[in-house]
């Protein structure tokens, strides 16, 4: 049996009054994903171990199978290895974001989203600036970028600047965790103190930039600081088919660097897709065509779509549940029709990865939905793909690689 899991980033959200006391995944149209729960069995699952960030890089590593306490490093490391930068022993690898601040506030996370070009020239730019030996500015995605610092240390706090909108951006500055001093790397002060340098200097440089200039003359959310995060060195990971040997091979599918870089080190064929944005504009049909290609010739597919967290993360209820939609009507359903014809069965999991719920703009670590289909499934109880109906799911609650043992056994 061949198996995909499709992911919508944050499609968890909490009750909304304005949806008359349901969820997005209660009130939105999803035919398909309440035909799959209906004729599948479902659960809930906790993604997020304790200790831990609800961040993306944590909730998709944990979906995968891996022991976070084991493996993690951070969301940098990831990004690095999707852009293709190979990390040396010696490299702290952050994300970078290009942000947005206006009143001594981070107004978004995402500089007014960058289109991919945008983001590279504001990177480069800053990279001729601030670049040396010690420090590499690296062009990524959109407004997701790379700095490499050679000798850092990551026992630095860093804030997610997607957890602190319409928060004042000084008292987020990264701080050292501890006085550790490691051979030939910097001390977490010293390292602290170089980014938060850094972010200063982005900011006088960014401020005068043409881009910016010009935003600002339009009224545009200027792209005006960068805001590193998400540090770590070269993690150690087993492949998916060294955990679960039943998967010869896999794809990743996403328009995302650090589900990318999961997918790189997890040893899946990284599948890049024209058109995949990460925003509510993706090209979905390219994306569930790619899956479907790539399920004929592997084992295991995951198809992750990132538009409904960007679309929570700026607070837009209806554009959250019109990417709810697309899933259900652009991804999920050409899928399961193509593949429900097949000689092989496919086993099919809908699942987020975190809520990102509308009215706190931020993730949250609470347990998620899920779904599992395949042709010779038993169902349970359940007739609708949602927070509160998969409680009564047959799985129960879940924890952590819990899912894909479970999964990958179906």
């Not at 970078?96 to 983001?119: P, Q, S």
């Not at 997607?162 to 030939?184: C, F, G, R, S, Y």
């Not at 999961?262 to 995949?276: D, R």
């Not at 992750?304 to 549940?321: P, R, T, V, W």
């Amino acid at each position: 049996m061949k198996h995909i899991i499709i992911l919508g980033d944050g499609m968890a959200d909490h009750a909304v009054d304005r949806l008359g006391g349901k969820t997005l995944l209660q009130y939105a149209d999803t035919p398909y994903m309440d035909m799959l729960a209906r004729k599948g069995k479902t659960g809930r699952l906790m993604t997020i171990p304790e200790g831990f960030h609800p961040g993306s890089e944590v909730a998709n590593t944990s979906i995968l199978g891996y022991d976070l306490n084991k493996v993690y490093e951070g969301r940098g490391p990831l990004e690095a290895a999707s852009i293709g930068y190979e990390m040396t022993s010696e490299d702290l690898a952050l994300r970078c974001n290009i942000i947005t601040l206006t009143d001594g506030k981070i107004k978004n996370h995402h500089g007014g989203h960058l289109t991919t070009d945008e983001g590279a020239m504001l990177i480069k730019y800053l990279d001729e600036k601030l670049g040396n030996d010690r420090i590499h500015f690296i062009p990524g995605i959109q407004y997701r970028h790379l700095l490499i610092i050679k000798g850092g240390s990551k026992h630095i706090a860093c804030a997610p600047p997607h957890d602190h909108p319409n928060e004042p951006w000084q008292p987020l500055l990264v701080k050292a965790e501890n006085t550790a001093q490691e051979k030939e790397r910097l001390s977490p002060y010293e390292t602290a103190k170089l980014i938060n340098q850094l972010i200063r200097k982005s900011q006088e440089l960014l401020a005068v930039h043409p881009f910016n200039l010009k935003r600002q003359a339009n009224g545009d959310d200027t792209a005006n600081s960068i805001w590193p995060w998400g540090g770590g060195y070269r993690p150690q990971m087993e492949t998916i088919t060294q955990m679960f040997p039943q998967i010869s091979s896999g794809s990743v599918i996403s328009a995302v660097d650090l589900i990318r870089g999961i997918g790189h080190y997890a040893g899946l064929e990284v599948v890049k897709v024209p058109g995949a944005t990460g925003l509510a504009d993706t090209n979905y049909e390219g994306k569930a065509q790619a899956a479907i290609d790539q399920l004929r010739k592997k084992d295991f597919v995951f198809l992750h779509i990132e538009a409904s967290d960007e679309a929570g993360h700026d607070g837009d209820l209806q554009l959250k549940l019109r990417t709810i939609e697309n899933l259900d009507h652009r991804a999920v359903e050409p899928i399961y029709n193509e593949v429900k014809t097949w000689d092989e069965p496919v086993c099919i999991a809908v699942l987020p990865d975190h809520p990102t719920p509308v009215e706190i703009r931020t993730h949250v670590k609470e347990p998620v939905p899920f779904l599992i289909w395949h042709p010779d499934i038993e169902p349970d109880c359940v007739t609708q793909y949602d927070e509160v109906s998969c409680v009564r799911g047959e799985y129960g609650l879940l924890h952590l690689q819990e899912f894909m043992q479970v999964f990958t056994k179906e």
